[in-house]
């Protein structure tokens, strides 16, 4: 079975910067695209950005394109986001996902962001 374990989330002011990174438990995680997702109370989970399996081509919401960067080690299963000049409308739980389109395995339990003014 597919798990994702996310980590580096924490409590920011505007402008500054997070890592985040997600280890999943995957066998052939290089033959997998790779996403993350982020979800705020009582909201929809949304995509934030997505890497596909050998890293070459990524894809970004609107509203962190130019501020994030999705990148990946196939060599640990990992997938990290690097969250540059936040802001508070980016306070939410992120999560990551195998195969964003359609996620395999269950949902982690995300880690928090939190953006203060």
């Known amino acids: 079975q597919v798990h994702v374990v996310e980590s580096g989330g924490g409590l920011v002011q505007a402008g500054g910067s997070l890592r985040l990174s997600c280890e999943a438990s995957?066998?052939?995680?290089?033959?997998?695209?790779m996403g993350w997702f982020r979800q705020g109370p009582g909201k929809e989970r949304q995509s934030v950005a997505t890497?596909?399996?050998?890293?070459?081509?990524?894809s970004y919401a609107d509203s962190v394109k130019g501020r994030f960067a999705i990148s990946r080690d196939n060599a640990k299963n990992t997938v990290y986001l690097q969250m540059n000049s936040l802001k508070p409308e980016d306070t939410d739980r992120y999560y990551c996902?195998?195969?964003?389109?359609?996620?395999?395995?269950?949902w982690g339990q995300g880690t928090q962001v939190t953006v203060s003014s």
């Open positions: 996902a195998v195969n964003p389109a359609a996620p395999i395995g269950s």
């Open positions: 995957v066998r052939t995680f290089s033959a997998y695209p």
């Open positions: 890497i596909s399996p050998r890293g070459r081509t990524t």
